[in-house]
């Protein structure tokens, strides 16, 4: 019974070799990292080594899965995660967004016209005739934008201001990449992302500073 109880437990040297093979870049820092970020919570022992479960794997899968397919940052992912963990099993392992034109417009609740607009402004791309999950999200947005009268002309500064966003993250990440160590993809990806989160927050806490100044408060 001890033997069983003991073998559902892990250490992060465990965790690490059960992931490095279909995430070559995962570190210990980087199990570490995202404890530290709340995104898993390992027991302790009474001497102070992590326990990881076997739905530790599955989260830590999850995290480094969302961060190499669709570029999230760690804030976006910790609220899909509670989300998605709360979920059956079934509804975890759905597949990626891949969406034709007429599915797009029947899911954003756009018409042809406004699709067209998006396209033709740059805030939207089909890739190999399909549109992901980025691309539903910017046309839901864009849809809702416009029961109070912004359209996609209107939003050319906010797509310049994501612009110079991203070009700070390459800027960053730039000479890590120049390096060619081994690696060195794998730390930019880390750094990028990382830096994606605390842009996203200052952004936001940008806005909101600007939003009360317009209602004077």
Not at 20 to 40: A, C, M, N, Y
Not at 95 to 119: F, H, I, N, P
Request: cysteine-free; glycine content about 6%; proline content about 3%.
């Amino acid at each position: 019974m001890t033997s069983q109880a003991a073998r559902s437990h892990m250490s992060i040297g465990e965790v690490l070799a059960l992931l490095q093979g279909e995430f070559p870049d995962v570190t210990v820092s980087k199990i570490r990292f995202l404890e530290g970020e709340g995104l898993i919570e390992p027991e302790r022992t009474p001497s102070g080594f992590r326990k990881f479960t076997h739905l530790h794997v599955q989260q830590l899968r999850y995290i480094l899965t969302e961060q190499r397919d669709h570029y999230l940052p760690l804030r976006v992912i910790k609220d899909k995660m509670a989300e998605s963990f709360a979920r059956p099993r079934a509804v975890q392992d759905k597949q990626e967004v891949r969406l034709s034109r007429a599915e797009l417009l029947e899911a954003a609740g756009l018409d042809e016209e406004t699709l067209t607009e998006l396209e033709d402004y740059g805030l939207l791309a089909a890739k190999a005739r399909r549109y992901d999950e980025d691309a539903l999200k910017v046309a839901r947005s864009v849809g809702a934008l416009a029961r109070f009268g912004l359209h996609a002309r209107h939003l050319r500064a906010v797509k310049a201001a994501a612009e110079r966003e991203a070009g700070l993250v390459e800027q960053t990440v730039a000479p890590i990449l120049k390096r060619r160590a081994p690696g060195a993809i794998g730390e930019a990806d880390e750094v990028a992302r990382e830096l994606s989160t605390r842009l996203l927050e200052l952004h936001e806490a940008l806005l909101r500073t600007g939003v009360r100044s317009v209602l004077g408060r």
